[in-house]
């Protein structure tokens, strides 16, 4: 199993979430966060100038049995993508076990 974590930007989530579903990941976490990145170009829009490292983002955390992987980081990458900077970073990591509190199952069965 893996554990996928993805910062996205958060005009992107409910694409993301759709294309997430239709390859069968149907479960995760997710949040808004604030980070601070490496760009230091600022952008303006109407007028105003702003950072794009203060821009909302959504952390979301998939974990997921090892043949889902290369499909949703491929989803990922494809879906949260606008080809500017800013669009934000996958993380992708071992996970040792899982459990489903509920009914006490274990391994993938913990995770589906």
Do not use: C, P
Not at 17 to 44: P, S
């Amino acid at each position: 199993m893996k554990q996928i974590e993805a910062i996205i930007r958060k005009s992107k989530f409910d694409e993301v979430k759709e294309a997430l579903h239709r390859i069968e990941v149907n479960f995760f976490t997710y949040w808004d966060v604030t980070g601070v990145g490496n760009e230091k170009q600022g952008h303006v829009y109407r007028g105003i100038s702003y950072s794009t490292s203060d821009i909302q983002r959504r952390y979301l955390s998939i974990v997921v049995s090892d043949d889902f992987v290369k499909r949703t980081v491929d989803t990922l990458l494809e879906v949260a993508s606008t080809g500017n900077v800013g669009d934000g970073k996958i993380f992708v990591s071992e996970v040792i076990e899982a459990y489903r509190i509920r009914t006490k199952e274990s391994g993938h069965a913990g995770i589906n």
